[in-house]
């Protein structure tokens, strides 16, 4: 069975799959994106995603490249033609194809859409039963980093430092020491005295879907969750830790630096925590969140 994917206007068999070599996201990262997980059948946060891809859209200079309606069509009609229940939709809009030059191109230039989606498998994950480790490097990024764009090469160089140090992820640090956000994931530690704590939302992290629904799930579970930032050393003392992006869903961490967190395994509060992000995403705990900045 060929794999599809989307390409302004059209669904190709993967490989044939292209844009111009003048596409602004190729030539400037002149582009943003979304991510979002199909879990048994269910599109885990749309709405959320869809809102925070129009921000993302509007904080550079861009319009929604197709109205909402058409854009929830494409998503499903990939899906269906690729035959996928378990899947990432990976979603990106760039300022189109132009002659290069750094100014925007003429107002009529086409923007580029693009949609793949590939087969992901959610239940009985290793890294749910295990955790996984996490290093802390310095954050690199620009000072937007509230916008999904596709600019990701910091985030590329962190994991790859992770991956070659033998571990899952890399948390990013601030100039004062504090814990931005991991490469492509939100980052979450249960303090001793049973506060969840995440870096606040501004222009210094990505404002996660995820995040936002677990923030939801918290005031559910009477869990309390605290905006807050916090260090690699106080990262080691906590009792758990995770992390939560639309792909990594709620994924435990038992190590930080080599530090066992807790007790080495993954901890009751965050399988908690993502038991009801499934039952939330399966529609078993009623409507799915808007995002806002
Ligand atoms: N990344 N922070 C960063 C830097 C991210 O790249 C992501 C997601 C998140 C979590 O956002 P959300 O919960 O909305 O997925 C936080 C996606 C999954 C990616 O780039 O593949």
């Given amino acids: 069975m060929p794999r599809y994917a989307y390409v302004n206007g059209a669904y190709l068999p993967h490989k044939e799959a292209s844009v111009h070599i003048e596409d602004r996201g190729f030539q400037f990262a002149d582009g943003v994106y979304e991510v979002i997980a199909c879990i048994h059948g269910h599109l885990a946060d749309e709405r959320g995603h869809l809102d925070r891809l129009k921000r993302s859209l509007s904080e550079v200079g861009m319009k929604m490249p197709l109205p909402e309606e058409t854009l929830r069509f494409i998503i499903r009609e990939l899906l ?27 107002e009529n230039t086409l923007q580029s859409l693009i949609l793949t989606t590939w087969p992901f498998h959610y239940d009985n994950l290793p890294k749910m039963e295990k955790g996984v480790s996490v290093i802390t490097v310095p954050d690199i990024r620009w000072k937007r980093r509230d916008i999904k764009t596709v600019a990701l090469l910091p985030q590329v160089l962190a994991k790859q430092k992770a991956i070659e140090k033998g571990v899952h992820e890399a948390w990013m640090l601030d100039d004062e020491g504090y814990i931005t956000e ?57 009792s758990e830790a995770f992390m939560s992006s639309a792909s990594a869903v709620i994924t435990p961490i038992v190590t930080i630096d080599g530090h066992n967190i807790g007790t080495g395994k993954p901890g009751d509060v965050t399988l908690r925590i993502y038991e009801e992000y499934r039952a939330y995403v399966e529609g078993l705990r009623g409507q799915q969140l808007r995002w806002s900045a």
């Fill in 80 to 106: 269906r033609r690729n035959r996928l229940q378990n899947a990432i939709v990976y979603m990106q809009v760039t300022r189109g194809s132009a002659r290069r030059d750094f100014a925007f191109p003429a």
């Fill in 182 to 238: 991991g490469s492509a994931s939100n980052a979450w530690i249960l303090t001793k005295e049973g506060l969840l704590l995440t870096r606040k939302a501004d222009n210094d992290i990505l404002r996660g879907v995820t995040r936002t629904a677990i923030s939801k799930i918290c005031m559910d579970l009477k869990i309390e969750m605290v905006e807050q930032s916090f260090t690699p050393a106080q990262s080691y003392e906590a």
